[in-house]
């Protein structure tokens, strides 16, 4: 099957939609908790005076991010793979994340193509999620790549 095929217009439609946008509050415990989570002992992410001395406060560790979840489009992507990998996320780190700072999350799908290997055909997903603060500066964008494959019953939650 070609990837015309595959890929139908109503899947094309996605290409570009935006969730809508959530916001969220850096918290000092959040941070804490989180730097302890992944091991860092660094003391920009617990030491106030230390933070305030070197690099303006307490900040976020740099995948802190991921805690902040995009809203879900109102309507589901149409697909008929069963199977769903995560093939990984790449970053860009624009500003610091501060304690305080609010985060508006916005999600969109940057690209869809197939390609084809052991399993089949596979469909990747290529999505962008930005993450800008209050004063409306890009403070990170991951992109985030989801690969669908296979066929029958799905085996992951939507």
Do not use: C, W
């Not at 290409?15 to 916001?23: N, R």
């Not at 500003?95 to 052991?118: A, H, R």
């Not at 991951?142 to 799905?154: N, P, V």
């Amino acid at each position: 099957m070609s990837s015309k095929e595959i890929i139908t217009d109503e899947m094309r439609s996605f290409i570009g939609l935006e969730s809508d946008p959530v916001t969220y509050v850096v918290e000092k415990h959040s941070i804490e908790h989180f730097a302890r989570a992944i091991g860092e002992s660094n003391p920009i992410y617990f030491d106030e005076q230390f933070a305030k001395d070197n690099v303006g406060g307490i900040i976020a560790p740099p995948t802190f991010i991921r805690l902040f979840r995009p809203k879900r489009l109102e309507k589901q992507f149409p697909d008929s793979f069963s199977n769903l990998v995560d093939g990984g996320s790449s970053y860009t780190f624009h500003e610091k994340i501060f304690v305080g700072d609010q985060i508006t999350v916005v999600s969109k799908l940057k690209d869809l193509f197939i390609k084809s290997g052991s399993f089949g055909d596979m469909m990747f997903k290529i999505s962008l999620t930005t993450y800008t603060n209050q004063k409306n500066i890009l403070v990170a964008e991951q992109e985030i790549t989801t690969i669908l494959y296979g066929k029958g019953e799905k085996t992951f939650l939507s």
